[in-house]
């Protein structure tokens, strides 16, 4: 168990809806991080967030968003969705220079 | 941007030592490069980091030359449950951008 928490563990939703994955990091991680994982593709970042501010940005389309809260926890906004954004979505959270980034279990989205 | 490079898929027998390489020839100063292990809609899991020389832990060793272009992940006397896709990060700060660059990963298959 890494101590991360990701929900849902599982999404079903539709064509041109708008979901909301939620992810609490480790106890003391400061940093979050989100990413996308199509089937058989690699790791795309999305986006980073450090105390409650937005510290990178990767691939992230303009349909998605995140933000982070004062207790730390994030959640990712997916909205207009597509059949393309089905896939695994990731969290990360992290704490110190090195920033080793422990990962949640995912949540699986899918849009019929 | 930094950008990384690693071998799609590798094969290997039981009990035999495997080494990974990463190349990433724009690695910044203060970057570090860390390894993940991920299996099957699973959240990847870290392995290792390092700066530079060699670093070794109860799982596996990195090695990073000098010039730091490059680093090769070593997996000592594998096993079938070390089946899996392993990634090399770094951490990348080129270009006035912050940016978190997975490899595509290399898919190491330990045959019985």
């Known amino acids: 168990d890494s101590g991360v928490t990701q929900t849902p563990k599982h999404l079903i939703t539709a064509t041109g809806q708008r979901v909301t994955l939620r992810c609490s990091p480790r106890?003391?991680?400061?940093?979050v991080y989100w990413y996308q994982q199509s089937l058989d593709q690699g790791l795309q970042f999305l986006i980073q967030y450090y105390n409650g501010e937005e510290r990178a940005k990767g691939n992230i389309l303009e349909r998605f968003s995140a933000q982070q809260f004062p207790d730390l926890h994030s959640e990712l906004n997916l909205s207009s969705l597509e059949l393309g954004d089905s896939a695994l979505y990731f969290c990360?959270?992290?704490?110190?220079?090195?920033?080793?980034?422990?990962f949640g279990a995912g949540t699986r989205l899918s849009v019929l | 941007l930094a950008k990384t490079t690693q071998p799609i898929s590798m094969d290997s027998y039981e009990g035999q030592e495997v080494n990974i390489t990463c190349s990433h020839n724009?690695?910044?100063?203060?970057?570090?490069i860390t390894w993940y292990q991920q299996f099957p809609s699973q959240g990847p899991r870290f392995i290792i980091q390092?700066?530079?020389t060699k670093v070794t832990n109860e799982v596996a060793s990195l090695f990073i030359p000098a010039d730091r272009k490059s680093s090769t992940l070593s997996l000592p006397r594998v096993s079938l449950s070390d089946t899996a896709v392993y990634y090399c990060?770094?951490?990348?700060?080129?270009?006035?951008?912050?940016?978190?660059?997975f490899g595509k990963g290399t898919k190491l298959s330990v045959i019985p």
């Open positions: 106890s003391g991680d400061l940093s």
């Open positions: 724009n690695i910044a100063t203060n970057d570090y």
């Open positions: 990060l770094v951490q990348d700060s080129g270009a006035g951008s912050y940016q978190l660059t």
């Open positions: 390092g700066y530079k």
């Open positions: 990360a959270s992290s704490r110190g220079a090195k920033n080793i980034q422990y």
